[in-house]
């Protein structure tokens, strides 16, 4: 693939993502917190800092990965990277192959630490890239993590997708050891199981980003660029953003759960957090908002969805994201049948 196609391919996703709405029927409604009348605390006290084994949050939002590698997903890191600094965001940034293989296309990424010298940012890449490409990804953005998406629903339906996983576990193993930040390996919309997370803390992986069925819609996009778009009967595949937080009940005092996949409300971002998320991502709202309404628009935006977390962490008496994880939940007959069936132990204490 020419260096012109993979650019025109960045702009593809970015526009067909922009169009996509969220599922209409969400996993996020068939979970519900029980009401308690009275609170014992107060919007001030409550505390939205995220610590995890290698760094703190100062917000358990992140503006997940979603682009870069052609001049206008250039302009959208810029724009997106503005954002993340002026509200403390941290940043994930899209797949950095193509600043690997041309470095013309680095400053579509480097953009966003130039921007944001301060900031938290995820630099990412691929699970098959070779490992000293994913040492130059992290220097590349002096980035405080590597997310490495695995993603092969959307690469078996892309046309020039890739058909080779084998040895994708062995290449993460690797990855983890050769790069001196923390790796968080990241699904792309199509959710995690419990047997995944296994087989990943056992080759040292320490985060997992679990990015769920629901919201950005790979199969979807990629069918979209298929000469008869004939797979579109893969659009439902994977687990929901929920589903996946349930699988992942038993690791979460072992590995760093991130949640994303359709979240579209801050009270979407609160439950994740009550199922053992440590931090949410979104991309589409903020990539919608900052192209369709700019920068101080999502700038507030970012900081009204804040202030309604912690409105609802009052409703809860949840003073922080640990005191969240304790509260009463009920989830309906049919995520009661995925626990049955999948053989989880959702006890809260």
Partial sequence: MSDFQREQRKNEHVEIAMAQQDAALSDFDKVRFVHHSIPNIDVDDVDLTTRTSHFDLKYPVYINAMTGGSEWTKQINEKLAIVARETGLAMAVGSTHAALRNPKMAESFTIVRETNPDGIIFSNVGADVPVDKAVKAVELLDAQALQIHVNSPQELVMPEGNREFAN??????????????????????????????????????????????????????????????????????????????????????????????????????????????????????????????????????????????????????????????????IFSQDLLSWIDQRGLDIHRG
């Fill in 168 to 329: 994708w576990m062995e290449n993460i193993e690797a990855i983890v050891k050769a790069v001196d930040v923390p790796v968080i390996v990241k699904e792309v919309g199509f959710g995690m199981s419990k047997e995944t997370y296994k087989s990943l803390l056992n080759v040292g992986v320490a985060y997992v980003d679990v990015s769920g069925r629901g919201g950005t819609n790979f199969v979807d996009i990629e069918n979209e660029r298929r000469l008869n778009k004939d797979m579109d009967y893969l659009s439902n595949w994977g687990q929901s953003t929920v589903e996946s937080l349930l699988e992942s009940t038993d690791y979460q005092d072992k590995l760093n759960v991130f949640a994303s996949g359709g979240l579209r409300t801050p009270l979407d971002a609160v439950k994740c957090l009550a199922l053992g998320a440590k931090a949410v991502g979104m991309s589409r709202p903020f990539l919608n908002q900052v192209e369709q309404s700019g920068i101080t628009q999502t700038i507030e935006y970012v900081e009204s969805f804040l202030d309604h977390m912690k409105k609802i962490m009052t409703m809860l008496d949840a003073k922080n994201i640990d005191e969240l994880t304790h509260k009463d939940m």
